[in-house]
């Protein structure tokens, strides 16, 4: 949300879209709502100058925890301190299937950090959602900062059982020089119809939508 500049967004964008889980990085948690729209707020980090949220439809799906990991420092992390616990999750069950689920939000490291550190930040995140309940279908979606070699990500989430969706545009518009693909969708045990690009608003990064159900 670049800071929390698009707080203001959210209510059109969630009920335009018809939105059953928003994950959102770069808030203000203490200034989130506990409703808005049709959502309500399943869990929140405290201590992240750039915080994480994640809001569900209350009538879908059921909050049965969540919990905050922190994962591998960058230099970055170290020396300014903005964001040391990288990832949200939360422990679902869709309430129209009876079936539970993993989803999470998650940053990963700055540009200045190496893409090896990022892997490791995502597999360590991965592994942190899986410690809420092992063998769950499990999604994960945020800014991963991982605009190039990603054909190397690929094959590393391969390793793990993951895979990767991207969209088919840019997510990140800050400058006008200078856009890539920074917003990604990791999952296991689900189907994933399409990832869209929304239309760009207050933040330097453009929201994603993404359409997934059970892959079994």
Same mark, same amino acid.
């Given at each position: ?6 707080? &203001?967004? *959210?209510?059109?964008?969630?009920? !335009? ?18 409703? =808005?729209?049709? *959502?309500? *707020? %399943? ?5 992240? $100058? +750039?915080? +994480? ?6 009538? !879908? ?16 992390? $170290?020396?300014? %301190? ?10 679902? $069950? ?11 939000? =998650? ?24 410690? *809420? ?5 499990? +999604? ?8 190039? =070699?990603? $054909? &190397? ?26 856009? &890539?693909? =920074? ?17 760009? &608003?207050?933040?330097?990064?453009? %929201? ?9």
């Amino acid at each position: 949300m670049l800071k929390h500049s698009a707080a &203001g967004e *959210l209510v059109e964008l969630t009920t !335009r879209h018809e939105v059953d889980v928003l994950a959102l990085q770069e808030c203000a948690t203490e200034e989130l709502p506990q409703h =808005f729209g049709h *959502l309500t *707020l %399943a869990g929140a980090t405290e201590k992240n $100058r +750039l915080g +994480l949220a994640i809001y569900v439809r209350e009538a !879908r799906y059921e909050v049965l925890g969540t919990q905050v990991f922190a994962v591998q420092k960058s230099l970055h992390d $170290r020396i300014l %301190a903005p964001a040391n616990e990288r990832l949200l999750a939360a422990h679902l $069950r869709d309430l129209e299937t009876g079936r539970d689920l993993l989803a999470g939000s =998650f940053h990963a490291a700055p540009l200045t950090a190496s893409n090896s550190l990022r892997r490791k930040q995502i597999t360590a995140a991965h592994e942190g959602m899986r410690s *809420l309940a092992h063998d769950l279908p499990a +999604l994960m979606v945020g800014d991963f900062n991982y605009p190039w =070699f990603i $054909r &190397g990500l690929e094959r590393h989430l391969t390793t793990s059982g993951y895979s990767l969706m991207r969209s088919n545009e840019p997510t990140y518009l800050r400058y006008k020089f200078f856009s &890539g693909y =920074f917003d990604f969708v990791t999952s296991t045990g689900f189907a994933i119809d399409r990832v869209d690009v929304l239309p760009p &608003g207050a933040s330097d990064h453009r %929201a994603i939508s993404l359409l997934a159900h059970f892959g079994d």
